[in-house]
T-cell receptor, first 114, second 112 residues
Framework: DGGITQSPKYLFRKEGQNVTLSCEQNLNHDAMYWYRQDPGQGLRLIYYSQIVNDFQKGDIAEGYSVSREKKESFPLTVTSAQKNPTAFYLC?????????????FGPGTRLTVT | QKEVEQDPGPLSVPEGAIVSLNCTYSNSAFQYFMWYRQYSRKGPELLMYTYSSGNKEDGRFTAQVDKSSKYISLFIRDSQPSDSATYLCAMSETGTASKLTFGTGTRLQVTL
């Protein structure tokens, strides 16, 4: 089955700890994206990558880091510098930056930091 | 003012009703318009995708874009309880690495 997988579905961490969220796709998509979703605020872009070994900050990148060492994988690290990390995190991908603008989403990871 | 405005609802309709969901936007450079459906605690699922102005139909769903009014709509005919979800509009300029700007979503409840 082709698709985007995110793991784990639920994640709990203590304040002050870094945590890495996994995103894998077997769709052969070039571009990948990370969003966070908070109640009443819609989806906000954290980081995106159009190609392996390259990525750009989105609108709310502070306190987050990413890597893109493989086409299939785009992990997101939520660092202790992120002031309000509890949220629903969504990974998305797109076939090619030149072929339309629609993105396809994974099932999400709900992170709770206490 | 947000770039994309969407009434959060909730919108409650009886089964079989025609549903109208709407978004307004302020950025005249938006050219690509999408509607996503999101069930509770799941990732958004792409429903409809349109470029520039006009209508697009897919089964019970019709998407409309009116660029002169900066207004987009999603119509759902013969609504079903399985249509109960949050509907997100999203839009993008050209040449911006496919960055999408999302509305906050409208929660729809279709009752029996």
């Amino acid at each position: 089955d082709g698709g985007i997988t995110q793991s784990p579905k639920y994640l709990f961490r203590k304040e002050g700890q870094n945590v890495t969220l996994s995103c894998e796709q077997n769709l052969n998509h070039d571009a990948m994206y990370w969003y966070r979703q908070d109640p009443g605020q819609g989806l906000r872009l954290i980081y995106y990558s159009q190609i392996v070994n390259d990525f750009q900050k989105g609108d709310i990148a502070e306190g987050y880091s990413v890597s893109r060492e493989k086409k299939e994988s785009f992990p997101l690290t939520v660092t202790s510098a992120q002031k309000n990390p509890t949220a629903f995190y969504l990974c998305a991908s797109k076939p090619s930056d030149r072929l339309g603008y629609e993105q396809y989403f994974g099932p999400g990871t709900r992170l709770t930091v206490t | 003012q947000k770039e994309v405005e969407q009434d959060p609802g909730p919108l409650s309709v009886p089964e079989g009703a025609i549903v109208s969901l709407n978004c307004t936007y302020s950025n005249s450079a938006f050219q690509y318009f999408m509607w996503y459906r999101q069930y509770s605690r799941k990732g958004p699922e792409l429903l409809m995708y349109t470029y520039s102005s006009g209508n697009k139909e897919d089964g019970r769903f019709t998407a409309q874009v009116d660029k002169s009014s900066k207004y987009i709509s999603l119509f759902i005919r013969d609504s079903q309880p399985s249509d109960s979800a949050t509907y997100l509009c999203a839009m993008s300029e050209t040449g911006t690495a496919s960055k999408l700007t999302f509305g906050t979503g409208t929660r729809l409840q279709v009752t029996l």
